[in-house]
């Protein structure tokens, strides 16, 4: 891999070393750290004058070496500030990282992309939104970004995968760190298929304070952010507040107005954030041609007559059993039997409160490439 450092190569271990020294003591203060290596001009050097201004001690040879032998058990590399193949957006940040650890081709930093960002307990109607989307836009050839979170952004992950395109994954923690456990198989998936990428130390927890550093690395690498489903206090509003600081093109997703969990996403678009219901809204904001895509669902004629009203209304709106028994004016053990039918076809989910929701129909994934 051109451009970084491996540790798993005897001949660059001093080297990695020295970077990670540095981003031992910049990656909480990346824009010291930047101002080092520039004055510097070499890791060792800006690593020891940034010890020398903020006053903060140096990890020691021991650390630096279980870092570097984290960093080559998890199969990743670094990628130096000043080195090839550094994105040239997170670059011009005036807070660049010094260094960047990454597992995965960094190739697909350079495509264009978009960061599909919300709650992590988003609705089940959220979650299959964002599937769709990311489908859709990765179908289309964009990348798709977002922070391996539970709720919108693993959902945006496996939909871009689904579509057999490439994810970006930018993590709060150290790059050897499952978290949330849950989803280390898909951190695996997206090394294999894009990349996974964070600028903190091999071995750092997945702290509150490391997610706003996070963030601004996911509006960095977007031509767009999109926030999906959000409340008042989410943390992708803070992506988004990043975004708008570094002039990248700010979208949500609109949701009902009496609901705490489209409430911040809702107030994006009030204060002027473009409108997206399908992934063509997106790419007519990045000025790209629209597409076809799976976000227009189409009835499925296999399905019983019942079964396919039945979908018909939950795509209006959720519905418990009841209300939708009530709405077809159909008994309630008939639609039962429908329901259970759109189930095991994967067509609808369950909210939390027991209502359902209708989702698409499970899209074809391309061949791995």
């Given at each position: ?6 540790p798993?190569?005897?001949?660059q ?23 080092a ?21 140096p ?35 005036a ?81 050897d ?19 996974v ?11 509150p ?33 990043h ?119 499970a ?7």
């Amino acid at each position: 891999m051109a451009g970084s450092r491996d540790p798993r190569d005897p001949r660059q271990r001093g080297c990695v070393l020295a970077w990670l020294a540095l981003q031992d003591l910049g990656a909480l203060r990346p824009r010291e750290a930047a101002r080092a290596l520039a004055a510097a001009r070499e890791p060792r050097a800006a690593a020891a004058a940034l010890a020398r201004t903020s006053g903060a001690s140096p990890a020691p040879a021991a650390e630096l070496e279980a870092r570097a032998e984290r960093l080559a058990a998890a199969g990743a590399r670094l990628l130096p500030l000043d080195f090839p193949g550094y994105p040239p957006r997170v670059r011009r940040l005036a807070d660049p990282p010094p260094v960047l650890c990454l597992r995965g081709e960094p190739a697909a930093l350079a495509r264009p992309a978009v960061a599909l960002v919300g709650a992590r307990r988003a609705s089940a109607a959220g979650r299959e939104l964002a599937r769709r989307l990311a489908h859709d836009l990765a179908a289309g050839g964009l990348a798709v970004i977002s922070g391996l979170a539970r709720g919108i952004d693993g959902a945006a992950h496996r939909g871009a995968l689904e579509a057999g395109g490439v994810s970006l994954a930018v993590l709060g923690c150290g790059i050897d760190v499952a978290y949330p456990r849950e989803h280390a198989g898909l951190a695996s998936e997206l090394a294999e298929r894009g990349v996974v990428l964070t600028e903190l130390p091999p071995g750092a927890p997945p702290l509150p304070h490391h997610f706003p550093l996070r963030n601004r690395l996911i509006s960095a690498l977007a031509s767009a952010v999109v926030v999906v489903e959000a409340r008042e206090r989410s943390g992708s509003l803070i992506t988004a507040e990043h975004a708008a600081e570094q002039g990248v093109d700010v979208l949500a997703v609109p949701g009902p107005v009496l609901s705490d969990s489209h409430l911040g996403s809702n107030r994006l678009l009030r204060d002027g954030a473009g409108v997206v219901l399908e992934a063509n809204d997106v790419r007519l904001a990045l000025g790209l041609a629209p597409l076809a895509t799976a976000l227009a669902a189409e009835c499925d004629e296999s399905l019983p007559t019942l079964a396919r009203q039945g979908l018909a209304a939950l795509r209006e709106e959720p519905r418990s059993p009841d209300e939708l028994a009530r709405h077809l004016g159909r008994p309630v053990h008939e639609v039962g039997a429908a329901i259970v039918q759109l189930e095991l076809a994967g067509r609808i989910a369950r909210e939390p409160d027991g209502r359902l929701v209708a989702q698409a129909s499970a899209p074809r994934s391309r061949p791995r490439r």
